[in-house]
């Protein structure tokens, strides 16, 4: 299996309640390594920008709100399978359908506030990860 990485943040509903180190080290457990890291407040535009791909779709708008209403951590992780496997972390989309001991499952309040995000394929990492890390703040 290919050492991958792929594109993390903790949302907003989860820097607000101080669960950034209960989230990464569910990360960390599960074998991925955080290798390059920051704490950001976006803008609604950055945040319409990096959803692109929703636009139009009903939830577009309270989603971009939400993700520039605080700050958020945004993380470059790396690892074996680490697309899936950051996938399988995080837990089902809506919180209801995740499974035990998963992100979601544990922290997520509702569909929209799901307290993290994880990119679905090695095309999105690519795009995630150069949205918001220039080379060199990424060090393995
Ligand atoms: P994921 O974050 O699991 O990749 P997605 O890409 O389908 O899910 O959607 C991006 C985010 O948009 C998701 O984390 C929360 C929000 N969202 C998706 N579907 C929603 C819905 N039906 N109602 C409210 N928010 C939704
Ligand atoms: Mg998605």
Known sequence: MAI???????KP????????????AKL??????VVASKRIH?????????????KG???YEELTKQMSAGPVVVQVLEGENAILKNREVMGATNPANAA????????ALSIGENS???SDAPETAAEEIAFWFSKTEIVG
């Open 116 to 118: 993290a995000h994880g």
């Open 28 to 33: 960390e457990d599960a074998g991925l390594r």
């Open 4 to 10: 991958e990485r792929t594109f993390s943040m903790i």
């Open 13 to 24: 509903d989860a820097t607000a309640r101080n669960l950034t180190g209960k989230i990464v």
């Open 100 to 107: 035990e001991g998963t992100i979601r499952k544990e922290f």
């Open 42 to 54: 976006m803008s609604l535009a950055q945040a319409e920008a990096f959803y692109a791909v929703h």
């Open 57 to 59: 779709r009903p939830f």
